[in-house]
């Protein structure tokens, strides 16, 4: 498609610590990129990474007006910067997956009739029914998984609807939650949104449809029929069908931008809005993977996602619809322990500085001399356990490591749970696979050659630090055109192609072959001793 250069495409990305936009024009350059952080330009919300982490340590929250006010403050921001919306023909987006808005009754009336001369904080500030949205981190809500998998049959017949077993981040089960704990505020509700869809409302001014990508991490939607799983619904809580809306394509366009974007911002009235998705399904598409590469994002949260045709959900992993190709999938691996923990270890054993973490992977040997960590500083989420668990070359635990020592172990058990979790979903490393790295660690080369040694692999990246938001604005322009059929990968031919960015070390397999029977046997032990200690409890 010939758009050249005078047009522009936006994707939004709604992360965990911070909201980030990437434009690109119709030739596909990276012509804008702007991002708000919610804990340093945000501080009256007083989040931590974004969050709020409650006492009990498991209910984790984000205020859903922080989202709203950085969008006020990131499109000032960018037109300050001279940024020319009129040139804008499409826009899409991504949201951290399955984070939940609850939207009061009257909200809509609200986001129908946006006054252009208010900034959106002041015109939506009553519109949540609840203040606090759920997010990804949270895992509170273990009974309702229960419950839903024994309602449905069981994990693996949940799995084989939804894509997932129950997770007690997805949607479904912390809508069960506030449905029981919450009623008013559950009786107040008029819609509950995605983070995705919950953004794409706020461009389109009316209710935004979640599209099937980030609906298939809620444990409510058949990933085969794309529809909501009546059963699901049912043991969620009543009346949900209307209280979700109907789902759409992540390719579909939902309409045009409201007359509040085009009044205030100088948007044209014909700007469209294609459907938001997750974020991992945004970073699918920003990275164009192909069938046969790996994905390994590392944020807040740590993924390993592939491009798939045939799924076969099993009860470990997620299966979610591919958000560029209906007929597709994409399998998923989360980790909860990714950047916050690379953090912890660098303030405590690197003065904070990431150049002398850098310094320790590079003075430290490949296989860290048999030395092996496990850093689970918050309750993971693959495999479900919890606490840090050091062990020397002779297999013994022990309480310390050397500060160098230390480090390199983190990286090493991290890149090892990949990729051993990455083969029990039936991955194969094989000669020319490209593992593509994104996410904001992906910045650090020590780090990526330390992956690139774990899987014995080629390490590529990609030049914008935030592969969702390309993805994204990649989506907003193939959503122009989808409907006729157009394919997003042909369509995307021309884009630049991922760099190649490390290369294994010779030896790397000899090494890491037998430490990652090592660290499969470990973690299955320690994921044994943390189900006996809960059954003691
Ligand atoms: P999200 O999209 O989940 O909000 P990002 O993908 O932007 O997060 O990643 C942010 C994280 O990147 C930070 O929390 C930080 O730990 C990590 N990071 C940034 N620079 C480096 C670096 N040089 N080395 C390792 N990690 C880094
Ligand atoms: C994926 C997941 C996280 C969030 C935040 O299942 O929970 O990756 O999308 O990035």
Redesign the pocket.
């Known amino acids: 498609m010939a758009e050249g250069a005078d047009s522009c495409f936006l994707g939004f990305?709604f992360?965990?610590?911070?909201l980030?936009v990437v434009a690109v024009n119709g030739n596909l350059e990276v012509i804008h990129q702007s991002s708000v952080q919610f804990d340093s330009d945000l501080p009256e919300f007083r989040t931590h990474?974004?969050v709020h982490i409650h006492d009990d340590k498991l209910t984790v929250t984000s205020p859903a007006l922080m989202w709203v006010k950085a969008l006020d403050v990131l499109l000032e921001k960018m037109r300050n910067s001279g940024f020319d919306f009129s040139r804008v023909k499409a826009i899409s987006g991504s949201g951290?997956q399955h984070g939940s808005v609850y939207w009061r009754k009257g909200a809509r009336q609200t986001l129908n009739n946006l006054d252009p001369r208010k900034q959106l904080q002041d015109i939506l500030q009553e519109c949540f029914a609840v203040q606090d949205s759920p997010v990804w981190m949270d895992s509170s809500t273990s009974d309702q998984c229960q419950y839903l998998e024994e309602a449905v049959g069981g994990a693996q017949r949940l799995a084989d609807i939804s894509g997932s077993r129950a997770y007690e981040r997805f949607t479904g089960n912390q809508i069960a939650k506030i449905y029981r704990s919450k009623p008013n505020e559950f009786n107040e509700t008029e819609r509950i949104s995605l983070i995705s869809s919950f953004a794409s409302s706020l461009f389109l001014g009316d209710y935004g449809s979640i599209d099937f990508s980030d609906g298939s991490g809620m444990n409510l939607m058949d990933i085969f029929q794309k529809q909501w799983s009546q059963v699901c619904l049912d043991a969620t809580a009543p009346q949900l069908d209307k209280l979700l809306g109907d789902l759409t394509p992540s390719t579909a366009v939902l309409g045009c931008v409201s007359p509040y974007y085009t009044q205030r911002y100088g948007f044209p009235e014909s700007c469209k809005v294609v459907a938001f998705t997750g974020?991992n399904p945004g970073s699918l598409a920003g990275m164009r993977l192909q069938e046969g590469d790996l994905a390994v994002?590392?944020?807040?949260?740590d993924t390993v996602f592939l491009w798939i045709q045939d799924p076969k959900p099993s009860i470990e992993g997620h299966i979610f619809c591919n958000p560029v190709d209906c007929s597709a999938y994409m399998a998923l691996i989360c980790f909860k322990n990714?950047?916050?923990t690379?953090?912890r270890i660098?303030d405590e054993f690197a003065g904070g500085s990431?150049?002398r973490?850098?310094s320790a992977l590079r003075n430290t040997p490949m296989g860290n001399n048999g030395n092996l960590g496990v850093y689970f500083d918050v309750m993971e989420i693959t495999p479900p356990a919890a606490g840090v668990h050091r062990f020397n070359a002779e297999g013994q635990r022990v309480s310390s490591f050397e500060q160098e020592v230390e480090i390199r172990a983190l990286i090493e058990g991290q890149f090892l749970a990949k990729r051993v979790h990455a083969e029990k979903l039936g991955y194969k490393i094989i000669q020319g696979t490209r593992v593509l790295a994104?996410?904001?660690?992906?910045?650090?080369k020590?780090?990526l050659q330390v992956l690139c040694d774990v899987f014995n692999a080629a390490v590529y990246t990609i030049d914008v630090?935030?592969s969702?938001c390309l993805g994204c604005a990649y989506r907003a322009l193939h959503g122009l055109v989808a409907e006729t059929g157009a394919s997003f990968t042909e369509m995307l031919r021309n884009a630049p192609e991922p760099q190649l960015a490390v290369r294994p070390t010779p030896g790397a397999k000899e090494v890491y072959e037998p430490l990652m029977l090592r660290y499969a046997a470990l973690e299955a032990q320690l994921l044994k001793d943390h189900q006996k200690s809960l059954n003691l409890l």
């Open positions: 990305d992360s965990t610590q911070q980030k990474g974004g951290q974020d994002s590392l944020g807040t949260s990714g950047s916050f690379r953090e660098r990431w150049e973490f850098s994104t996410g904001g660690a992906s910045s650090n020590d780090i630090a935030n969702s």
